[in-house]
């Protein structure tokens, strides 16, 4: 165990929670932390500090511990997000979030909010995106002006989507919603919404209170008329009324916004100077009110429960009117009248009169300010896709580019200028479009385009028809899509012939009445993938339909995701984006009826497992699916399983004299010999010699096969280019679990390559069982290769590699 280690002392319960926790399980294992950390990777230092409580550690030290100690990884990374948002309200004199029951001002609404951004440990404002539900909900840079405070939500769907992205438990979101609403002075609580609710791209539309209330003197009242979609203005008839200084305007504005509501005294003092009213804040509001009254006349404003509201009707007010015409027009467009949803929208968009609350002071005009000009660009994007679909893609484009340069990270704009530009025949324009925006996003929030943008360049780049086309063009004739994905193969191709016999032979079997696999396995660098192309190429025949092929980057830190996969396939198959569907069953079901009768070769490379690989598989005779993998696909039911070795001597000998020339090879034989010997016959040291030395015609065979020479060197000297053979060597070393990784580099220690069951269970001490289990999987993962029962081999090089490997 160690010396005793010290108190605890923080004011950061978490942490104190995180720091027992850690300790308590470290405890209850015996370990010492030199033990945890040659079980984790970790520093011993670091595991130490990450349990002294003296400050919140990294989640990455905070997972290797938890590792090592055989601990619950979920567990410890939910305290280690307690402790993390416990240092937050530390540091800010130990507040904790604020209860939504008592919210009761913007300021304080915006600090509950960044607590649970906190509390749910910071995450990346584009997940938060993707977590907020529907594409639009949670915009990315509407995300970071919260949390920076620099804005509250717009409305209640991007609210609850934020609520969503911070996980916030369901039950617990009506309460922020209320909070919300009350700060914001919007209609009833959520216990009470009515049952017409707008659509996520405007306001909610609600009877105002003044619809409710008859105003004692309705005449006096109903000839007054208000706008707030511009300068703060009010007119009696047709004569415009003087509404007094900005102040003044300001406490008109919060009345209004508020649509025949009261507002307490307090309320309005926190929306005229938020945290730092003046002393004299309420004679001051009382004053503006005096001043208003006198304007607009004692049945309008009124003095109800210590506060003041506005006697208006809905139509007298320009943003209500506004919330109505929008209304309609989303009711037009899901009607599928284009045309009078565009003439609603842009009566919407005509009552508009500059900036929103323009010049008006204050932080709740501020953010109002920002709700309305947010509201109104959803606005616009929607009628200006309206406008292509109706085929006016030439008259966007100004307005576009006119719209992007204004707000250059609203990345629905810049894809609506793409698509402009791409039916304008100005595809180069269109492509430098995305180039600009991806530079941009990088630069100033760190993120990639959205995918939605990114797949929308690719079919710029494709040249989709579909895309080019407005919504009431008629769709031609649909012509059949036959994929050639292949890559293509070697020029010097070499030997191969028993296992390219083979897979050829069962692959052309694709008519019967069984869907034909192949599996290709074997270590890295043997060669797989040039085998598997070829193989390909030959029999392409046999599949007129077509051939795909993907990467499945199954040795990378992140191996290709089935679905992503399956839409690829699928767009190479002739489906629209439209039509392609969300979940995994339902794109490898459309997968396998789109592949129904027809007859197509799918070359599946890099597979990480069997798992990864079941649904990209199809479903009916006529097609057929060639896999390669470092690993041994034994679970693949019904695969026809081919082990791939290292090349024979005259294999070897052939593929180096094609890179080489066979004058030099000639000259030379014994180096040549000595070259291929020191690469263990491997393809790809072959491939890379040869390469160096086709390269480099002034060396001579017998200088590489001397570099070549010195084991410790070795593989240093092996890469060319982006080859190299350590490289390939460290993929599947990182593939392994910590005790396949131990057995493997006590075996490069070994005075042969040749390794047994009984060595190895002598080197763990183990059973039997467990010691060939653990070479099995070592086989399995291509690190080496089975001889006979009980005894394997690792190949020269990795044997090489296992001396130096950490």
């Not at 550690?57 to 402790?83: G, H, I, N």
């Not at 919330?323 to 009552?351: I, M, S, Y």
């Not at 760190?446 to 780049?461: N, S």
Request: glycine share 8%; with cysteine; aromatic share 6%.
């Amino acid at each position: 165990m160690g010396r005793r280690e010290k108190p605890i002392v923080t004011s950061n319960k978490a942490l104190e929670r995180l720091a027992s926790w850690l300790r308590d399980h470290r405890a209850a294992g015996g370990w010492s932390y030199a033990q945890l950390a040659q079980r984790s990777g970790c520093h011993a230092t670091t595991l130490q500090r990450a349990a002294s409580g003296n400050q919140v550690p990294s989640a990455r030290a905070v997972e290797a511990y938890a590792r090592a100690c055989d601990a619950p990884v979920p567990k410890a990374l939910e305290l280690w997000k307690q402790a993390r948002a416990g240092e937050y309200y530390g540091a800010v004199a130990g507040r904790a979030i604020p209860s939504p029951v008592y919210v009761s001002g913007l300021s304080q609404l915006k600090a509950g909010l960044h607590g649970l951004y906190v509390k749910a440990g910071r995450p990346a404002v584009r997940s938060m995106e993707e977590r907020a539900g529907q594409w639009g909900k949670l915009p990315h840079s509407t995300a970071h002006r919260i949390v920076q405070g620099q804005t509250v939500p717009r409305d209640e769907s991007q609210l609850i989507g934020f609520l969503t992205a911070c996980d916030v438990p369901e039950q617990e979101q009506p309460l922020w919603v209320d909070a919300w609403r009350r700060v914001l002075n919007r209609a009833t609580p959520m216990t009470a919404l009515p049952e017409r609710t707008a659509s996520p791209a405007e306001p909610a539309i609600r009877p105002s209170v003044s619809e409710q209330r008859i105003p004692r003197n309705p005449e006096a009242v109903s000839a007054l008329r208000f706008s707030v979609l511009g300068p703060v203005r009010a007119w009696r008839g047709s004569e415009l009324l003087s509404s007094g200084s900005p102040q003044q305007r300001a406490l008109l504005a919060a009345l209004l916004l508020r649509e025949g509501r009261t507002a307490t005294a307090g309320e309005l003092i926190d929306a005229f100077w938020g945290e730092d009213p003046p002393s004299q804040a309420l004679a001051t509001i009382r004053t503006y009110a005096s001043r208003l009254r006198k304007i607009l006349g004692e049945e309008a404003l009124v003095s109800e429960s210590g506060g003041y509201a506005l006697r208006i009707g809905r139509g007298e007010l320009d943003l209500t009117l506004a919330q109505d015409l929008a209304f309609e027009a989303e009711k037009a467009r899901a009607g599928g009248d284009r045309l009078q949803a565009r003439t609603l929208l842009n009566k919407v968009l005509g009552l508009w009169d500059g900036e929103a609350l323009s010049s008006v002071p204050g932080p709740y005009a501020d953010n109002q300010r920002t709700r309305l000009e947010e509201w109104r660009l959803q606005l616009t994007e929607t009628r200006l896709d309206l406008d292509l679909e109706d085929g006016c893609h030439t008259e966007a484009v100004s307005e576009l580019t006119a719209l992007t340069a204004a707000y250059p990270l609203r990345e629905r704009l810049r894809e609506l200028l793409m698509v402009a530009l791409y039916r304008s025949g100005r595809q180069a324009e269109a492509l430098a479009v995305y180039a600009d925006t991806r530079r941009l996003l990088a630069e100033e929030l760190g993120v990639d385009p959205r995918p939605e943008l990114a797949q929308l360049q690719q079919r710029i780049l494709r040249a989709d028809e579909e895309l080019a086309r407005p919504a009431d063009e008629p769709a031609p004739a649909p012509t059949p899509f036959r994929p050639a994905q292949l890559p293509a193969t070697v020029p010097d191709f070499t030997g191969r012939h028993s296992p390219a016999r083979e897979l050829g032979e069962h692959l052309a079997t694709a008519g019967n009445s069984v869907m034909p696999v192949s599996a290709l396995a074997g270590i890295g660098g043997v060669g797989k993938t040039t085998l598997a192309v070829h193989v390909a190429h030959r029999i392409r025949p046999h599949f007129p339909d077509g051939q795909l092929y993907v990467d499945l980057q199954g040795t990378g830190a992140r191996a290709a995701e089935p679905e992503t996969v399956l839409a690829s396939f699928l767009r190479a198959l002739g489906t629209a984006d439209s039509a392609i569907p969300d979940t995994l069953d339902e794109r490898a079901a459309l997968y396998r009826s789109t592949l129904d009768g027809r007859r197509i070769l799918i070359l599946l490379d890099n597979a990480h497992d069997a798992a990864q690989i079941r649904p990209l598989l199809p479903g009916t005779p006529g097609c057929a699916a060639l896999v390669t993998s470092r690993m041994r696909m034994a679970d693949l039911a019904g695969a026809h399983l081919v082990d791939l070795d290292v090349m024979s001597s005259e294999e070897a000998f052939q593929l180096f004299t094609r890179i080489v020339g066979a004058e030099r090879v000639q000259a030379e034989l014994e180096a040549a010999l000595d070259v291929l010997a020191a690469c263990g016959f491997l393809p790809l040291a072959i491939r890379i010699a040869g390469s160096r030395l086709a390269a480099r015609r002034n060396w001579s065979i017998s200088d590489l096969a001397g570099k070549l020479a010195d084991e410790r060197q070795r593989l240093d000297e092996l890469q060319v280019g982006d080859l190299a053979v350590r490289a390939t060597l460290d993929l599947s070393y990182r593939q392994l679990t910590f005790v396949q990784a131990q057995v493997f580099r006590a075996l490069g220690t070994r005075s042969t390559p040749v390794v047994s069951v009984q060595s190895v269970r002598t080197l763990l001490n183990s059973s039997a069982a467990e010691a060939e289990k653990i070479l099995e999987d070592l086989a399995n993962a291509g690190i080496c290769i089975p001889l006979e029962p009980g005894r394997y081999r690792l190949h020269d090089l990795a044997w090489l590699y296992a001396r130096t490997a950490t």
